[in-house]
C-alpha cells in the first residue's frame, strides 16, 4: 500500500517568513494529493490539491509542487500570519472508483510567532 | 455552506460496549467515508461507501466495525465491542459525485469516542 512521509513534524516561523513543509509518497499510481489544514480541536480542511497532470499550483499565498519523478510534494506558505498556526496534512491518494482514498501524513505543526 | 454534521461530538463508554457514531453527509454527496485520528497523530481511512454498500476499506475495519445508511440522509459506523485502543477522533466525510471537481472530501466535526 501507499506510505507518505511528511516533513518536518514541527515548524516555527516568525510572522511574513515562508514556511515549507515536504512530503514523499511510495506508490507510483497515486495521482491526487490534496493537503489538509486542522487548526486546535476542529476538522481537517482541504486548502489545496495537485493532480499529477501538473507540476505547481498556487492559490494566493500559497502553493504545492509536485515532482513525480522523485515522488514527492511540497507546501510552500509565503508571507505567513499567526492564523496560518495549525496542523498541515499531505496525503497521497489513487482514484478508486469515482473517489480517492487519501493515506495522510503524520503532520506538521506550523507555529507561527507575531 | 452546507456541512457535514456529526452526533455526538464526545461518546465515552465502557470497554465492550457497542457505539454508533452518527454523520450527515451533505445532501447531495453519493460518497461517504469514515476516518478516525489516534490522539496527536495521522488521520487513517476506515472505510468508503457508495451506492448503499462498502467501496473501500482498511486493514482497520475489521469484524468489529460496520456501516450503515439506514435512510437517506444519516450514514453510521457501529463498533460492536469497544476496546481501549478504539479510543480516538472519528471523522466522517462525504464527496460528490466522483468527477473533477466534485472530488474534494468534506470533513464532519469529529466525535471524540473516550473508551474506559
Known amino acids: 500500500g501507499e506510505n507518505v512521509e511528511q516533513h518536518p513534524s514541527t515548524l516555527s516561523v516568525q510572522e511574513g517568513d515562508s514556511a515549507v513543509i515536504k512530503c514523499t509518497y511510495s506508490d507510483s499510481a497515486s495521482n491526487y494529493f490534496p493537503w489538509y489544514k486542522q487548526e486546535l480541536g476542529k476538522r481537517p480542511q482541504l486548502i489545496i490539491d495537485i493532480r499529477s497532470n501538473v507540476g505547481e499550483k498556487k492559490d494566493q499565498r500559497i502553493a504545492v509542487t509536485l515532482n513525480k519523478t522523485a515522488k514527492h510534494f511540497s507546501l510552500h506558505i509565503t508571507e505567513t500570519q499567526p492564523e496560518d498556526s495549525a496542523v498541515y496534512f499531505c496525503?497521497?491518494?489513487?482514484?478508486?472508483?469515482?473517489?480517492?482514498?487519501?493515506?495522510f501524513g503524520r503532520g506538521t505543526s506550523l507555529i507561527v510567532h507575531p | 455552506e452546507p456541512e457535514v454534521t456529526q452526533t455526538p461530538s464526545h461518546q465515552v463508554t465502557q470497554m465492550g460496549q457497542e457505539v454508533i457514531l452518527r454523520c450527515v453527509p451533505i445532501?447531495?454527496?453519493?460518497?461517504f467515508y469514515w476516518y478516525r485520528q489516534i490522539l496527536g497523530q495521522k488521520v487513517e481511512f476506515l472505510v468508503s461507501?457508495?451506492?448503499?454498500?462498502?467501496?473501500?476499506k482498511s486493514e482497520i475495519f475489521d469484524d468489529q466495525f460496520s456501516v450503515e445508511r439506514p435512510d437517506g440522509s444519516n450514514f453510521t459506523l457501529k463498533i460492536r465491542s469497544t476496546k481501549l485502543e478504539d479510543s480516538a477522533m472519528y471523522f466522517c466525510?462525504?464527496?460528490?459525485?466522483?468527477?473533477?471537481?466534485?472530488?474534494?472530501?468534506?470533513f464532519g466535526p469529529g466525535t471524540r469516542l473516550t473508551v474506559l
Open positions: 445532501s447531495n454527496h453519493l460518497y
Open positions: 496525503a497521497a491518494s489513487e482514484r478508486a472508483g469515482g473517489s480517492y482514498i487519501p493515506t
Open positions: 466525510a462525504s464527496s460528490g459525485l466522483g468527477t473533477v471537481p466534485e472530488d474534494e472530501q468534506f
Open positions: 461507501f457508495y451506492n448503499n454498500e462498502i467501496s473501500e
